[in-house]
């Protein structure tokens, strides 16, 4: 039980990158009424972007990580211009697919440009981190959280404190409704896709001097912030956030407690239970009170 | 002034025209009412205004400006509201969100003139004020149809196009709703309005234009339509006419 302080520390840590990842999901459903598949290649972008900013071209790391959060930015418009734009009016199916499509495009761009020998990242700190109690903070699982819990505030006050978010909410709710009262409809779904982007990359980069940066980073993330959606409720940014929290401690406990080579599983096992039990998420409203 | 000006307005869908050479005009300060059986084109009509019917010809010139052809949102930046049928409020959001929405085509102005102006608007519609942070899906019909007519006078419009206002609402609400619209144009907005219950629409309107299957049958003052037989036994209801 002396471990319990630590494995939670760590769990809330991956966890946040979960969230994060999973906030880009939402974000896109609720904009553009959109699964994204390709979300957790966002993650896996963002780390190759650093990569080549950080270790190939030499750049201070604080002006790699701000450059590589501007280039998924961009990249997230082009991304949203070629897999959803040309479908945006043939309902959710073949958007869907377009992202799966892209999802594997961009994983084997990547293995053909470096292959598959993971790549190193520092974090951002060179500190290793601190004693608190008994529990050890480390600096580069700290900075994932302290970011996570910055964001999440702001994107909470986006949504529902300003107007762009009222209106970004109306455009997801009912979009040539939101086009009738002069909602830059185009506009906030490109934007949603190029936050979205930016906060996936943002994710990759906090996570990869944890996990290392490989092509698999990306469907890793990606499946288990999907997981953490559903557990929160799908299109809940609460839920999001809970979820992947949810999901960050049970497989660092699980994998504590029970096996390290199930770690993985664990978060299916969480998510099967969840919509076993409650099918609508912890977060979710069912869908005959929507009615 | 001619306010809005539609000339030879042609529209159609995968199914067929559904507008034939549509000609109409509404003058600054009138209520409109366009009048006729379900699928004569009246909807038709207003969402081919909004620039939401995708194949048209013709012309709509909208306070001098050709908006044929022209984005939905940018033809809203004209200050042209639409109330679409059917009421279509965001159920996620509240009843206040639902109302400031409806200033989306002025984006310049200041959050506290906006809180100002959503305030105002809850003062013209009484009955919303307690229920302003509720939910717009949890409202009744006759509420739902106050918040939309409120979303859209949010714009400022200099035309406010209604459709179908008193649709699924019961007598009561409905005479509520004709009252709203009379005051809607005391306070200086022009009205196009759509509209099945025809007694209602020509009882606040000052013209009406009558389609039938996509063309112009007959237009007029309120009473030369009373007086014309064939659209009181077709439309208006030939013992309500009469009376």
């Given amino acids: ?291 | 002034m001619k306010l809005l000006e539609v000339e030879g307005l042609t529209a159609r869908y995968n199914a067929g025209d559904v507008l034939k050479g549509l000609d109409l005009t509404v003058d600054d300060g009138e209520i409109v009412a366009l009048l006729g059986s379900n699928g004569a084109g009246k909807t038709t009509t207003l969402r081919a205004i909004c620039g939401l019917v995708p194949h048209v010809s013709g012309s709509i010139r909208f306070a001098g400006t050709q908006i044929l052809g022209m984005k939905t949102a940018a033809i809203a930046r004209l200050d042209l509201a639409h109330v679409p049928e059917g009421r279509r409020l965001f159920p996620g959001l509240t009843v206040r969100d639902n109302i400031l929405l409806g200033s989306s085509n002025r984006p310049g102005v200041a959050r506290a003139d906006l809180k100002r102006e959503v305030d105002a608007m809850l003062d013209f519609f009484p009955d919303l004020k307690p229920l302003q942070h509720a939910y717009a899906w949890t409202l009744s019909g006759g509420q739902m149809q106050m918040v939309a007519v409120a979303r859209g006078l949010m714009a400022k419009p200099k035309l406010l196009l209604l459709d179908e206002p008193s649709l699924g609402l019961g007598p009561l609400i409905v005479q509520q709703v004709f009252r709203i619209i009379s005051q809607i144009r005391e306070r200086g907005t022009t009205v196009l309005l759509v509209e099945q219950n025809a007694n209602m629409a020509l009882s606040v309107a000052d013209r009406a234009y009558v389609l039938e299957a996509g063309t112009l049958l007959v237009s007029g003052k309120p009473d030369a339509l009373w007086n014309n037989d064939q659209v009181r036994m077709a439309y208006l209801g030939g013992l309500a006419a009469s009376a």
Wanted: aromatic share 12%; proline share 4%.
């Fill in chain 1, 1 to 291: 039980m002396s471990m319990l302080p630590q494995l939670l520390f760590t769990g809330v840590s991956i966890g946040s990158i979960y969230a994060l990842v999973a906030l880009g999901f939402v974000l896109l459903i609720r904009s553009a009424n959109i699964v994204n598949f390709a979300q957790g290649e966002f993650s896996m972008m963002g780390a190759y972007f650093m990569v080549i900013l950080f270790a190939g071209l030499g750049l201070p790391y604080a002006l790699a990580l701000v450059l590589a959060v501007v280039l998924m930015t961009v990249f997230g418009v082009a991304f949203a211009w070629i897999t959803y734009w040309p479908l945006r009016d043939r309902g959710q199916v073949p958007v869907i697919i377009s992202t799966i499509g892209a999802s594997i495009l961009l994983a084997n761009l990547i293995l053909a440009t470096y292959g598959p020998s993971p790549q190193v990242l520092p974090g951002l700190f060179d500190g290793t981190g601190f004693l608190v109690g008994n529990v050890f903070m480390d600096s580069q699982y700290l900075s994932i959280i302290v970011i996570t819990v910055v964001l999440v505030a702001l994107q909470y006050l986006v949504f529902e404190k300003t107007m762009v978010g009222k209106k970004l909410q109306a455009t997801s709710q009912d979009r040539e409704m939101a086009a009738l009262l002069g909602i830059p409809v185009v506009a906030m779904i490109f934007g949603t896709f190029a936050y979205s982007a930016a906060l996936g990359g943002l994710a990759g980069i906090l996570v990869a001097p944890i996990l290392y940066v490989s092509v698999g980073i990306g469907a890793m993330i990606g499946v288990k912030a999907f997981a953490a959606n559903i557990i929160g409720g799908f299109g809940s940014i609460p839920g999001a956030i809970c979820g992947g929290f949810i999901i960050g401690i049970v497989e660092t406990l699980g994998a504590a407690y029970i096996s390290v080579p199930y770690k993985d599983a664990f978060a299916f096992v969480m998510l099967i239970v969840v919509l076993l039990v409650r099918p609508q998420g912890l977060f979710g409203e069912r869908i005959a009170e929507k009615a």
